[in-house]
């Protein structure tokens, strides 16, 4: 940044609340844990935008398992090692999403009973290996657009839920890019 004659081009500006406000607000509401006063998102939103995440997730387990257990074919092999890694993975996203929810003061919905309603991606069974890629690749589409807009939607407010979501997202596309390449080399 140029300096001009010497004179500062940013202006001081006391972003910073001072200390004795800070600690004077960290002592109310103590019940609360990690949300503290300058929590500036919404909330309810945040959650339920998590329990969404964390359905779809779910939805996404219970796809990529069932095309682990259900890959037959001469590429069955490689092609079931990344279903199950995915699998994984999914799961991992799940335990991460409902862990931020709990922090947020929410509950966690693992209720079965309108999972695939609230679950963004689908859980197409597909018949042959090819289907089950193919499927598998559109779920991730899926995800990857919703977690973008979460992103845009949380932005400042709660950086601690935008950085994991990003981290999941940035999962998301290494995913979809694996689907690809598995469809390219074994032909589509
Ligand atoms: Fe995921
Ligand atoms: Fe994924």
Request: hydrophobic residues 40%.
């Amino acid at each position: 940044m140029a300096e001009q004659s010497g004179a500062k081009t940013v202006p001081d500006k006391p972003f910073l609340t001072d200390v004795k406000t800070l600690r004077e607000r960290a002592r109310r509401h103590i019940e609360n844990g990690a949300i503290t006063e300058g929590y500036s998102a919404d909330r309810d939103t945040v959650v339920k935008l998590l329990n969404e995440a964390l359905a779809t997730e779910i939805i996404c387990v219970l796809r990529y398992k069932r095309h682990f257990f259900m890959a037959t074919g001469i590429n069955a092999e490689s092609v079931a090692a990344e279903f199950l890694q995915h699998a994984n993975e999914e799961q991992g996203h799940a335990d991460l999403i409902a862990q931020r929810i709990v922090q947020l003061g929410g509950e966690p919905n693992f209720s079965p009973e309108g999972l695939a309603t609230r679950s963004h991606a689908e859980y197409v069974e597909g018949d042959t290996l090819i289907d089950m890629i193919r499927e598998d690749l559109v779920a991730e589409r899926i995800a990857i657009d919703s977690y973008r807009e979460m992103i845009t939607y949380v932005a400042n407010d709660d950086p601690t839920t935008r950085r994991m979501l990003e981290g999941i997202l940035a999962m998301e596309e290494e995913h979809a890019d694996d689907l690809v390449s598995l469809l390219e080399t074994i032909g589509t």
